[in-house]
T-cell receptor
Framework: EAGVAQSPRYKIIEKRQSVAFWCNPI?????LYWYQQILGQGPKLLIQ????????DSQLPKDRFSAERLKGVDSTLKIQPAKLEDSAVYLC??????????????FGSGTQLSVL | GQQLNQSPQSMFIQEGEDVSMNCTSS?????WLWYKQDPGEGPVLLIA?????ELTSNGRLTAQFGITRKDSFLNISASIPSDVGIYFC????????????????FGKGTKLSVKP
């Protein structure tokens, strides 16, 4: 079974530029998550989708970050404009069901973003 | 907000030794998860705990859900070089806390290094 696919693996941009990340979850998984992991920290949830609807985006900096999950499958996360503090690994995860507390999350390998 | 305190921050042990690490929270959790993250990869789920007092094993790994529901422990027996990595605990808040069902709170990780 294929895992969660993410691209690109690495991205280097200058501050104030825009960047987009792509995620393809495990086939059949209804719930998709984007996490931000700053060096030396654990992952922090940015946004959670159930099918193509947003369940939780309370920690998403909406002035610069946006995400969409059209057709309830693939998802893109965009940052515009990027700041130095956005340098982190952006992890996508998916889970099978409705995002309940018993769900097991499966993570992709992440996109490492460096903002110069 | 909710925080998880994970300790120790790092460990450097001899191959064959047993390892213990723990995670504590100021608030109650109804799910505890333990993940391992290798360099350049996303976290991989090791053990999931859903009930206070629960003790679960996965090969050489054993984890326990604390009775107070505010802590969890992970033990690794007879460590081997491939155990190297960062171990994260993650908790899901009580339904009554008001947090998102999908919002796992991660600790900062325990970095494990094994000397052959």
């Amino acid at each position: 079974e294929a895992g969660v696919a993410q691209s690109p693996r690495y991205k280097i941009i200058e501050k104030r530029q825009s960047v987009a990340f792509w995620c393809n979850p495990i086939s059949g998984h209804a719930t998709l998550y984007w996490y931000q992991q700053i060096l030396g920290q654990g992952p922090k949830l940015l946004i959670q989708f159930q099918n193509n609807g947003v369940v939780d985006d309370s920690q998403l900096p909406k002035d610069r970050f946006s995400a969409e999950r059209l057709k309830g499958v693939d998802s893109t996360l965009k940052i515009q404009p990027a700041k130095l503090e956005d340098s982190a690994v952006y992890l996508c995860a998916s889970s099978q069901g409705q995002g309940a507390f018993t769900e097991k999350l499966f993570f992709g390998s992440g996109t490492q973003l460096s903002v110069l | 907000g909710q925080q998880l305190n994970q300790s120790p921050q790092s460990m450097f042990i001899q191959e064959g030794e047993d390892v213990s690490m723990n995670c504590t929270s100021s608030s109650i959790f109804n799910t505890w998860l333990w993940y391992k993250q290798d360099p350049g990869e996303g976290p991989v789920l090791l053990i999931a705990l859903y009930k206070a007092g629960e003790l679960t094993s996965n090969g050489r790994l054993t984890a326990q859900f604390g009775i107070t529901r505010k802590d969890s422990f992970l033990n690794i027996s007879a460590s081997i070089p491939s155990d190297v990595g960062i171990y994260f605990c993650a908790g899901q808040a009580s339904m009554n806390y008001g947090g998102s069902q999908g919002n796992l709170i991660f600790g900062k990780g325990t970095k494990l290094s094994v000397k052959p």
